[in-house]
């Protein structure tokens, strides 16, 4: 028999069939569109991490007092870090590094028109807004010539809570403990990524912030752009290496203060949700191997209502090779056919949560190629056994079957 005539057959017999035929299919279907789908999700949540990253800024790195970074937030200890550190990096001419942005920070009252609250109230420089790509809704940045002004930038969110929505605070009053600061600006920040950290700061420029606010000269970060990302992390390693010997830290003896980075992060986040992603699917694969025993089961329950046929087929000339075909050309018919239900059903369901949920739309094609040669394998896997015990019939005993 010609293999087209036993597709043709195989799908005849199947279409006679046809309810039994789509409950067979029901758990390729599950199987594959669960793999599709949660890989396609795991690819959208790491196209939206990038691009978040990258709108916050990922050409830069931060250092930290103290072994970890969590001391810049009294999670560690170690020698602060300068305004003289901060400068001599700069001064140091160290190659790749483009700008050099010292910060300082400390939760702080706020309060106009009758409204006190806490923030975080950021000392910043010019360069430290131009790095961290902050949107100016209302007025302007920080800048040079603020130098020693009390002068504050409102985070959106700040701004709302002191002067209500969509009001244009540029000008005001606002108190922190108990000097006046006057609005240069409202911003908010170029993406979501960092809980919006522009959105919820104050900004001040950093002098004010060490002299008038904190009263000493601790930074509590200092951030440093690079012109050359490919080379990032050979510019932390002279930066590390530079503050070593300014720290007369000796050799053998653990830093005293933190280099991290965006990209960094992201790599490791990267890392991490692909590991997560790979292995919830592969958890969910097992569905196809319960769908290939339910394949089997049905195959197994055909070869036995189609024993008197088989015999037919076989004492008018049929080969037990084509007998082995056409019951291994439906089992991977049924799997085939439910694996591409199932693709169709996870694409389209991922889309479908991307676009409710405010994620890149990404289909993961190589999820959908492995769910391709999964369906296929396991309609040949379990469909085999079922064939060859058709193949091995005696025509007689087949013939006399009831």
Not at 154 to 175: H, K, Y
Not at 345 to 374: C, M
Request: net charge negative; no cysteine.
């Amino acid at each position: 028999m010609e293999y087209r005539e036993l597709f043709l057959s195989a799908i005849a017999t199947l279409r006679s069939n046809l309810v039994r035929t789509v409950l067979t299919m029901l758990g390729i279907i599950i199987g594959t569109s669960a793999v599709i789908l949660i890989a396609s999700i795991g690819a959208s949540s790491i196209a939206f991490i990038t691009r978040e990253l990258s709108q916050f800024g990922t050409n830069y790195f931060q250092i930290a007092p103290g072994a970890n970074f969590m001391a810049a937030f009294g999670g560690g200890s170690g020698e602060p870090l300068t305004i003289e550190d901060s400068d001599a990096i700069r001064d140091a001419q160290i190659p790749n590094i483009e700008t050099v942005a010292p910060i300082g920070f400390a939760s702080r009252p706020v309060s106009a028109n009758d409204v006190n609250k806490t923030y975080l109230v950021y000392g910043l420089t010019p360069e430290a807004q131009v790095m961290l790509k902050p949107t100016i809704l209302y007025g302007r940045d920080i800048a040079d010539e603020d130098e020693g002004s009390k002068v504050i930038v409102l985070g959106i969110d700040v701004s709302e809570d002191l002067f209500g929505n969509d009001t244009d605070p540029v000008g005001a009053a606002v108190t922190i403990d108990d000097a006046k600061y006057r609005v240069i600006g409202v911003t908010k920040s170029s993406g979501s990524f960092m809980g919006g950290f522009f959105n919820s700061a104050v900004i001040v420029p950093l002098n004010i912030m060490m002299r008038e606010i904190r009263g000493d000269e601790e930074l509590t970060e200092i951030d440093i752009s690079v012109t050359d990302t490919e080379i990032l992390d050979e510019t932390m390693e002279e930066v590390t290496q530079f503050l070593r010997v300014r720290r007369n830290i000796k050799d053998g003896d653990e830093n005293d203060f933190t280099l991290t980075s965006f990209k960094e992060s992201l790599g490791i986040i990267e890392t991490v949700t692909g590991l997560l992603t790979a292995l919830i699917a592969g958890v969910s694969a097992i569905s196809l191997v319960v769908g290939g025993v339910g394949v089997m089961n049905i195959m197994l329950v055909s070869v036995a209502e189609r024993t008197r046929e088989i015999g037919l087929l076989k004492s008018i000339g049929a080969r037990d090779e084509d007998i082995l075909a056409q019951f291994l050309i439906e089992s991977v018919v049924i799997t085939v056919s439910g694996g591409m239900i199932g693709i169709f059903l996870g694409i389209s369901g991922s889309l479908l949560i991307a676009t409710v949920a405010g994620l890149p739309r990404v289909v993961s094609f190589p999820w959908i190629v492995i769910a391709v040669v999964i369906s296929t394998l396991v309609g040949v896997v379990f469909g085999l056994y079922p064939a060859r015990r058709a193949s091995r019939l005696s025509p007689i005993d087949a013939l006399r079957h009831e």
